[in-house]
């Protein structure tokens, strides 16, 4: 998650970047298989391409990571992406990582 206030669109495009490059072979593989099944068996049209999606809440933009991965390689995968994933917010001066946290002030130190 990132903060409400960070660059969104910046990190939605740098996050889609990070993931098409991680999953290049796989997505080539299964665009193959996937259109010689669809050939053979009349299936619907799936898409392997990664995808962003977003969603917004109380403290934070949440963002969920679609990409194909074969099974085996998925730990490996994931934790490559989120290492590229973690170096762009440390980089990125407008994005930010977002949470649930509180900010508590001490009322009897402040003078009016």
Not at 40 to 68: C, G, H, K, M, Q
Not at 97 to 108: E, I, P
């Amino acid at each position: 998650p990132i903060e409400h206030t960070a660059n969104w669109k910046k990190a939605q495009k740098l996050f889609t970047r990070i993931l098409k490059a991680e999953t290049k072979d796989v997505i080539e593989q299964a665009d193959r298989k996937l259109s010689r099944l669809k050939r053979r068996y009349f299936i619907e049209e799936r898409v392997a391409e990664p995808a962003v999606f977003l969603s917004i809440t109380d403290n934070y933009i949440r963002f969920s990571l679609r990409y194909v991965v074969h099974t085996k390689a998925r730990r490996v995968v994931r934790a490559r992406i989120t290492e590229h994933v973690l170096a762009v917010v440390e980089r990125e001066e407008d994005i930010r990582l977002g949470s649930a946290t509180l900010t508590v002030t001490d009322a009897s130190t402040n003078t009016l």
